[in-house]
């Protein structure tokens, strides 16, 4: 019997793979809504459910699926991720650095308790899970110019410790059981559309809003405080690649992605070169001043680059040229 060509290739050739099914904790907060486009654009609008317990804006809630999901909340999780046939899970729900340390006791709960559901719920349903950990998860013990993958980290912050505490739980639970657990630590993450809520990098993005209303900025951080900062573009690209990885690339669960690293000075005399006039001064708060001097100055991210090919698109100068001209266009 002959068998044609089609055939004989459907026979030989392992299905093609199916689209992932993603739910996204916290979606609301700075980086979820843009994670949520890209992943649509490469696997159906459908495939990828933003959550979280607010009420969405309407643009967001015509844009896709959306659900109520509080991750304190095991049930519901877990319904969720049956009822939808759930096999990616990006975990964004938390509290910041600084918004963390006024309130430790919610912090606790949603950064430790809230990621226990979320642990517990992804080996009970075989999923791929990917939690962000941060710079903030090194502290003043740590090597700091740069930080690589695998030194002391003993944060000073409820989010730092919170945030070590899921890269261990994580890779444990991925060496004893399997559990297929990704982590990037992200530096600070700039963007012109959504906004950071309550962390210490958070200056970086009200300058540039400050620059263009009042040409003006008080910088509640020291001139010369240097930290690694990220556009939000590379962070999700970064996020989606790190996802689409082979188990066989991964050498590590927890990898630094960096990008550049400027102090608010730096940043400042970068704008100037399109916004002459800006003036900024500099009223260190002590709480976020005293986070930002434990956090790592560089971050050191060679492992992701040869391990999974991780490159950052923009530097200094395109973020800033990206961020002037993005947040006109909104003003127009
Ligand atoms: C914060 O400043 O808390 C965050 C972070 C660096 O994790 N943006």
């Not at 959306?66 to 939808?84: G, M, Q, S, T, W």
């Not at 308790?113 to 517990?120: E, F, K, S």
């Not at 102090?263 to 005293?290: C, M, W």
């Not at 986070?291 to 395109?318: C, H, V």
């Amino acid at each position: 019997r002959q068998i044609s060509r089609w055939n004989k290739q459907e026979s030989t050739d392992p299905p093609p793979p199916e689209n992932p099914r993603v739910l996204i904790t916290g979606g609301l907060g700075q980086l979820g809504v843009g994670l949520a486009q890209l992943l649509r654009k490469q696997y159906g609008t459908d495939n990828v459910i933003l959550s979280d317990i607010k009420k969405p804006p309407v643009e967001v809630f015509n844009s896709g699926p959306f659900v109520y999901a509080d991750v304190l909340d095991y049930k519901n999780l877990r319904e969720l991720i049956v009822n939808n046939r759930i096999t990616w899970l990006v975990h964004y729900s938390a509290l910041l650095s600084a918004v963390g340390e006024a309130n430790v006791a919610l912090a606790r709960k949603i950064n430790i308790t809230g990621l226990h559901n979320v642990l517990d719920l992804a080996l009970e349903n075989c999923l791929r899970l990917f939690v962000p950990s941060t710079i903030g998860a090194f502290g003043p013990s740590s090597p700091r110019d740069p930080a690589p993958d695998l030194c002391v980290q003993r944060p000073r912050t409820i989010y730092g410790v919170s945030k070590v505490h899921g890269e261990l739980m994580g890779e444990y639970l991925h060496h004893k059981y399997g559990l297929d657990f990704r982590c990037l630590r992200y530096p600070g993450v700039i963007s012109a559309d959504t906004k950071p809520g309550g962390g210490t990098t958070d200056y970086a993005v009200q300058i540039f809003h400050d620059a263009l209303s009042t040409g003006h900025f008080d910088c509640y951080l020291r001139a010369d405080t240097r930290l690694p900062m990220m556009h939000i573009r590379d962070c999700h690209r970064a996020t989606v690649e790190f996802m689409q990885a082979q188990d066989r690339q991964l050498s590590l669960r927890t990898y630094n992605i960096a990008a550049m690293s400027f102090t608010p000075a730096e940043v400042a005399d970068e704008i100037r070169k399109h916004l002459p006039g800006l003036s900024v001064t500099y009223n260190p708060d002590f709480v976020r001043q005293t986070i930002a001097d434990s956090w790592p100055m560089r971050f050191d991210d060679t492992n992701a680059q040869r391990d999974w090919g991780w490159k950052p698109a923009y530097g200094l100068s395109e973020l800033v040229v990206d961020m002037l001209e993005s947040i006109r266009e909104q003003r127009t």
